[in-house]
């Protein structure tokens, strides 16, 4: 899959949808569907030169995706407050949407640099640098 980048600052790869991936029989498998947003995503990082990692993510399911057709996926940064990113995704065929997520994605830290594991206000663990 290449990862364009249109003007619209986000990524924008096309993908066939190969049988080798089914689920149910001419489905898409959920989870080669939530690999590929997660993909995504991160590639939307990427393009700004952000090397960025999974946080969390959540994916709605709205339509099956038919194996044997193509799709197109998008990604696009909704928020940014670095280290930190929301990032928004979408697969798309024949002018539905497919798949809708949202993405926290933080940016990677490289081997030997400070990194601290902190806890917010809920109880929730939080990676500060």
């Not at 489905?27 to 700004?48: K, P, Y």
């Not at 909704?78 to 940016?107: D, N, W, Y």
């Amino acid at each position: 899959m290449a990862f364009a980048a249109p003007d619209t600052g986000g990524v924008e790869p096309k993908f066939d949808c190969s049988a080798a991936y089914e689920g149910y029989d001419g489905i898409l498998h959920g989870g080669v569907v939530a690999s590929l947003v997660d993909g995504v995503m991160t590639n939307c990082l990427f393009a700004r030169g952000i090397p960025g990692v999974t946080a969390d993510l959540t994916a709605q399911f709205r339509h099956p995706i038919v194996t044997g057709t193509r799709a197109v996926a998008r990604a696009w940064i909704e928020r940014s407050f670095p280290p930190r990113h929301l990032i928004g995704a979408e697969i798309v065929r024949s002018m539905q949407t497919k798949t809708s997520a949202i993405g926290r994605f933080v940016e990677y830290v490289a081997d030997g640099a400070e990194e601290s594991v902190a806890t917010d206000q809920r109880g929730q663990e939080t990676i500060t640098t």
